[in-house]
């Protein structure tokens, strides 16, 4: 096998680099094997106690300190409180005839009581007074007056899913 010779001159680059920088290390390091010479620093650690001289290591730092509790598969539980009545359904509205604008229709809640009525859709929510009103359409719970409705949605999305507690 016949070497060229930019071949023949990169193993004699290479050949004097090693020349070089071995004995370089050697005489920089004392001589001592690598594994003995510290090369980083720890804040917080004594070097003197960390000498290969005590026969056990060191303690981990970060390990150390409170254990965290171990997990049961259990968790707590919560369950809504029955303080109020509550009940869930589609809202419209209506002028009601130039009633005032706190009015509202809920046949299931008591009559002249303040209902709290909250938009599921957007978590806005109202208080009104419920009156008693000729008939109310199927399939709605409540019937707001037009501004009211209007404080928790807009008039083309309705009807619209709400909560009501009184």
């Known amino acids: 096998m016949f070497l060229t010779a930019p071949e023949r001159r990169r193993l004699t680059l290479v050949g004097l680099l090693t020349v070089v920088v071995v004995p370089t290390v050697i005489f920089f390091t004392g001589g001592e094997s690598q594994t003995d010479v510290a090369t980083v ?3 917080g650690v004594d070097v003197a106690a960390s000498s290969s001289e005590s026969s056990e290591p060191p303690a981990p730092i970060i390990l150390s300190g409170p254990t965290g509790a171990t997990p049961t598969g259990t968790a707590p539980i919560s369950y809504p409180s029955d303080d109020a009545v509550r009940l869930t359904g589609p809202a419209s509205f209506s002028s009601f005839n ?5 009015v509202c229709n809920c046949p299931e809640a008591p009559y002249g009581v303040a209902l709290v009525i909250k938009n599921l859709n957007n978590g806005r929510s109202i208080a009104c007074s419920n009156v008693m009103m000729p008939s109310t359409p199927a399939n709605v719970t409540i019937v707001l007056h037009t501004q009211l ?3 928790l949605s807009d008039l083309v999305n309705a009807p619209i899913p709400v909560s009501i507690t009184w």
């Open 41 to 43: 620093a720890v804040a």
């Open 98 to 102: 130039g009633a005032p604008v706190t």
């Open 149 to 151: 409705f209007v404080e």
